[in-house]
């Protein structure tokens, strides 16, 4: 008798596994991705404009709806496309450009606009680059490095439209 308790406990033990592995797999998503669907999601998101630290930050005494307007003007006119303007975010960004051919190099503008008070607002410029090679097929891109020098040049810009306009 022991040994049909001891046969009946070890039935029920791999019964009640067995459903909870079914149970466990069938919850889970079945992401069957090819190789290629993996690889242009990663070249989508590496695209993508992500947050950087730096960069180069000055006040204008401006409100900031006036100074949005300016700023995405300004970038326009200077003929640069615009992926992003969220004036309720006061952010701006514009798409990326692409210069080279099998060594490629994308620089994007980020502008982040801080309402200090109904009368003054803080500018945030920074110029990011990234790189990329495009040899039989294009890698994704690299993190985003901030460019100083551009990022001073395009602030200094943005600083004469403000006070020109």
Known sequence: MSRHLQKATVMRR????LALAAATLSNQPLEAQSRHDRKAKQMEESAQPKAVSGGATF?????????????????????????????DAGRIVTVMEVSGSHSQTGTRILVTLIKDS??????????????????????????????????GKVAAEMQEALTSR
């Open 14 to 17: 791999t019964t009640l596994t």
């Open 59 to 87: 006040q204008t005494p401006i409100p900031i709806e006036n100074c949005f307007d300016v700023v995405l003007n300004h970038l326009k006119r200077q003929g640069h496309d615009i992926e992003l303007a969220d004036r």
């Open 118 to 151: 109904n009368s003054q607002t803080t500018l945030r410029i920074v110029v990011t680059t990234q790189k990329r090679k495009k040899l039989l097929v294009a890698e994704p891109w690299s993190d985003p490095k901030v460019d100083d020098a551009a990022s």
